[in-house]
C-alpha cells in the first residue's frame, strides 16, 4: 500500500497492473482509496483484463460495484477500453476531455482518418494493408464509451481528505489530461511521458495537430509544478523529474538534427521516407508520428516546408537567407 501524507492532506492510492495485448505491455490503473473510490483509467476490453481488475479490487476489499468514478487521462484503448464495462457494474462516473470524446465513442472513425493520413504522408499500400489489418484488430479491445461527463484543465476533484487538479497536457493525445496532488506534488501522468503522435484534424485539406510542439509546452507546464514523484501509465514511478525533462529535450535536439540532416541530404522526401530511414522495423504509426512532430519543429524554425500536392505530402530543406543572398551575389 501506498501512503502519503502531506501537511493538509493523506492521498491513500495502490496501483493495479493490468494485461494488454499491446507491446507497451500493462497498464497502470490507479486505485484511489479515499472516497470517493477512484479509478485513474482502467484497462483494456478484454475478459483477462477485467478478471485481473476484479481481482485486485478484491485484495483491498473492494468490488467493481464500489468505484464511484473513473478519471481518464486520455482515450487509448489501453487507458479507457474497458470504462464502459465498469461503468455497467458500478454506475460509475467516467470523466475525459471533450476533445478526447470523438475517439472514445468512435475509435474506428478515428483509425480511419490516421490510416488515410499516413498514406498522404508516402506509407505505400502493402504497409497500409498491414496497418489497416492492426488497427482493426485494435479495434476488438475497445468498447466504445455513450455516458461521460467532460472536464476541462484546472478542474479540481475533492476527495475524503485530499484534491486532485486536473492539468491539460496535449502531446501524446490532444485531450490528454494528467491529475495532480498539490500537497504531496504527485502527478498522475497516463502516456505523457511516452512522447507525441498524430493526430489528424481534418482529410482534404490534410491537417494534423501539432503534437510535439504541445509536447513541449505540456512538459515546460511539469517543470513549473516542482512534482515529487510521476506515476505513469506504464512502467515504474519517477522521482528525478528535472533529470527526466533534461534527457527528454536533450533527446529532441539529437533527433530534430538527425531528421534535417536527412531532409538536406534528399532535397525533396516523404515523412514515411524519412521514418523508414531512421527505424526500418518500426510501427510506421508510431515513425510517421514522431517524424511529423519534427517537421513541425523545423516548420516552425523556418528550416524546412512542407509541399503539399493533393495525394502526398513531401518536405522539403529550405536554405536560409544569407545563403540565398551569397547564391544571387
Ligand atoms: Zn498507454
Given amino acids: 500500500m501506498d501512503k502519503i501524507q502531506g501537511g493538509y492532506s493523506i492521498l491513500t492510492y495502490e496501483t493495479l497492473g493490468i494485461p494488454t495485448p499491446f507491446p507497451v505491455g500493462n497498464i497502470n490503473c490507479y486505485l484511489i482509496k479515499n472516497e470517493p473510490i477512484t479509478l485513474i483509467d482502467c484497462g483494456v476490453y478484454t475478459p483477462k ?40 457494474y458500478s454506475n460509475a462516473k467516467v470523466y475525459l476531455h471533450e476533445k478526447e470524446i470523438n475517439k472514445a465513442m468512435d475509435r474506428a472513425e478515428h483509425l480511419k482518418r490516421i490510416e488515410l493520413h499516413l498514406a498522404y504522408y508516402g506509407l505505400p499500400e502493402d504497409l497500409r494493408h498491414e496497418m489497416h489489418n492492426y488497427f482493426k484488430w485494435q479495434l476488438d479491445f475497445v468498447q466504445p464509451l455513450k455516458k461521460f461527463e467532460v472536464i476541462e484543465d484546472g478542474h479540481i476533484f475533492t476527495f475524503d481528505g485530499a484534491e486532485l487538479q486536473v492539468i491539460l497536457t496535449p502531446g501524446h493525445a490532444i485531450g490528454h489530461l494528467c491529475y495532480f496532488e498539490k500537497s504531496d506534488r504527485l502527478l498522475f501522468s497516463g502516456d505523457l511521458m511516452l512522447g507525441s503522435l498524430l493526430e489528424p484534424i481534418s482529410i482534404e485539406p490534410y491537417r494534423r495537430e501539432r503534437g510535439l510542439v504541445d509536447y513541449i509546452e ?51 522526401i516523404t515523412p514515411f521516407r524519412i521514418a523508414s530511414r531512421l527505424w526500418p522495423k518500426l510501427n510506421m504509426f508510431l515513425g510517421i508520428s514522431e517524424v511529423l512532430g519534427y517537421i513541425d ?27 540565398l543572398n551569397e547564391n544571387i551575389v
Avoid at 468505484?67 to 477500453?81: E, F, M, R, S
Avoid at 524554425?301 to 537567407?321: A, C, M, N, W, Y
Fill in 297 to 323: 519543429l523545423l516548420i516552425m524554425e523556418g528550416k524546412v516546408q512542407e509541399d503539399q500536392t493533393e495525394s502526398r505530402l513531401i518536405v522539403f530543406h529550405v536554405k536560409p537567407f544569407d545563403t
Fill in 218 to 268: 505540456s512538459l515546460k507546464k511539469l517543470s513549473s509544478l516542482n512534482i515529487s514523484l510521476i506515476l505513469p501509465g506504464h512502467g515504474k514511478p519517477m522521482s528525478d523529474i528535472e533529470a527526466h525533462l533534461k534527457r527528454i529535450a536533450n533527446n529532441h535536439q539529437q533527433r530534430k538534427k538527425q531528421i534535417l540532416d536527412i531532409i538536406k541530404g534528399e532535397g525533396k
Fill in 49 to 88: 483484463a477485467l478478471e485481473s481488475l476484479t481481482d485486485q479490487l478484491r485484495n483491498f476489499g473492494l468490488e467493481l460495484g464500489d468505484v464511484k468514478q473513473i478519471l481518464i487521462t486520455h482515450a487509448h484503448p489501453d487507458h479507457c477500453g474497458l470504462a464502459s464495462v465498469v461503468k455497467k
